[in-house]
């Protein structure tokens, strides 16, 4: 089994920053995509950012873009969200998850890390 686990949320005042971590571990598996999603209370849950492993190419959510930054150690398997310019609204849990073949679907998922902006 592949497990997946982040760390780094926390409270932070609006406009501030900060950075969160996954680390996958466990069973080997091929990975095509890894990719942070963000649920908050009452709302569905959001695919914010993706990274496609083979090449580093990233996409985001438009509700993030320039504020987030996705990044991946290939050497590590581990997947990193810089996050700046926080606002109350990103206030969530926010999860990491990996998705081995692009014909597939996200298989693994972390158990998430809250992530709180005060105004």
């Known amino acids: 089994q592949v497990q997946l686990a982040e760390s780094g949320g926390g409270l932070v005042q609006a406009g501030g920053s900060l950075r969160l971590s996954c680390a996958a571990s466990g069973r080997a598996t091929s990975i095509y995509f890894m990719a942070w999603f963000r649920q908050a209370p009452g709302q569905a849950r959001e695919n914010v950012a993706t990274i496609r492993w083979s090449d580093a190419h990233t996409y985001y959510a438009d509700s993030v873009k320039g504020r987030l930054t996705i990044s991946r150690d290939n050497a590590k398997n581990t997947v990193s969200l810089q996050m700046k310019s926080l606002k109350p609204e990103d206030t969530a849990v926010y999860y990491c998850?990996?998705?081995?073949?692009?014909?597939?679907?996200?298989?693994?998922w972390g158990p998430g890390t809250q992530v709180t902006v005060s105004s």
């Open positions: 998850a990996l998705q081995p073949r692009l014909a597939g679907r996200y298989d693994y």
